[in-house]
Nanobody, 121 residues
Framework: QVRLVESGGGLVQPGGSLRLSCAAS????????MGWFRQTPGSERELVAR???????DYEDSVKGRFAISRDNAKNTVYLQMNSLKPEDTAVYYC???????????????WGQGTQVTVSS
């Protein structure tokens, strides 16, 4: 069973930085895509950034130039460096792993439990 554990959320002032981490475990051979989504109350979960195993990245327009996604494929871990944070970045951030290959299966839609990011003075 694939498990994703996120860390690194918290309270930060506008203009500050945070780094989120998400580690996947569960006898994993490879992961196709890892990414970050966020959700605020009453809104749908939206893509923030994602990266393929080959390094191709995709960012939501409002975070381009401020956030950077990276992966350590050997550790099955994805990171999200968030700089110049704004109050509108406040949300619960979720990690997603798609195309997770183990010896017995390939699964999609593997989500972490979420980590709260609050940007406020």
């Amino acid at each position: 069973q694939v498990r994703l554990v996120e860390s690194g959320g918290g309270l930060v002032q506008p203009g500050g930085s945070l780094r989120l981490s998400c580690a996947a475990s569960g006898n994993i051979l490879s992961i196709s895509t890892m990414g970050w989504f966020r959700q605020t109350p009453g809104s749908e979960r939206e893509l923030v950034a994602r990266q393929s195993s080959g390094g191709v990245t995709d960012y939501e327009d409002s975070v381009k130039g401020r956030f950077a996604i990276s992966r350590d494929n050997a550790k099955n871990t994805v990171y999200l460096q968030m700089n110049s944070l704004k109050p509108e970045d406040t949300a619960v951030y979720y990690c997603l792993a798609d195309g997770v290959r183990t010896e017995t299966s390939t699964t999609y839609g593997n989500w972490g439990q979420g980590t709260q990011v609050t940007v406020s003075s």
